[in-house]
C-alpha cells in the first residue's frame, strides 16, 4: 500500500484546513484508515480512525473538530480540521491499518504533511 497526503500549511487559530490521502496498491475499501500526527519533541498520536464500514472515533482532544472521512470511488480518506488551534501544530500521518476489536493497530504509512498554527 503506497499512500500520499496532501493539504498542509500555515493557518491562522481558528481557521481550517482539509488533509487528504490517496491509497494506491491495495483494495482501498477494505482498509480501516488513520491520521496521526507528531509534533516537534513529542511522540506520533493517533487523531482520528475510520472503520472500512464509515464508523468513525476521535481523542478529546480534537472530538467536535476534526472529521475523518472516506471516498471509496476515489481511494481517498480525508481529515477536516475546523477551528484550528496553536497545540494542533504537528507533521500529520495517514496511515492503513486494522481495528482488532476496539484496537486500532498502524500498518502502512504515508508521508507527513505540515501543519502550521499561528498568527
Known amino acids: 500500500v503506497q499512500l500520499q497526503a496532501s493539504g498542509g500549511g500555515l493557518v491562522q487559530p481558528g481557521g481550517s484546513l482539509r488533509l487528504s490521502c490517496v491509497a494506491s496498491?491495495?483494495?482501498?475499501?477494505?482498509?480501516?484508515m488513520a491520521w496521526y500526527r507528531q509534533a516537534p519533541g513529542k511522540q506520533r498520536t493517533l487523531v482520528a480512525t475510520?472503520?472500512?464500514?464509515?464508523?468513525?472515533n476521535y481523542p478529546d482532544s480534537v472530538k467536535g473538530r476534526f472529521t475523518i472521512s472516506r471516498d471509496n470511488a476515489k481511494n481517498t480518506v480525508y481529515l477536516q480540521m475546523d477551528s484550528l488551534k496553536p497545540e494542533d501544530t504537528a507533521v500529520y500521518y495517514c496511515?492503513?491499518?486494522?481495528?482488532?476489536?476496539?484496537?486500532?493497530?498502524?500498518?502502512?504509512w504515508g508521508q507527513g504533511t505540515q501543519v502550521t498554527v499561528s498568527s
Open positions: 496511515n492503513a491499518g486494522r481495528f482488532i476489536g476496539n484496537y486500532y493497530y498502524p500498518g502502512y
Open positions: 496498491g491495495s483494495i482501498f475499501s477494505r482498509r480501516d
Open positions: 475510520i472503520t472500512s464500514d464509515g464508523s468513525t
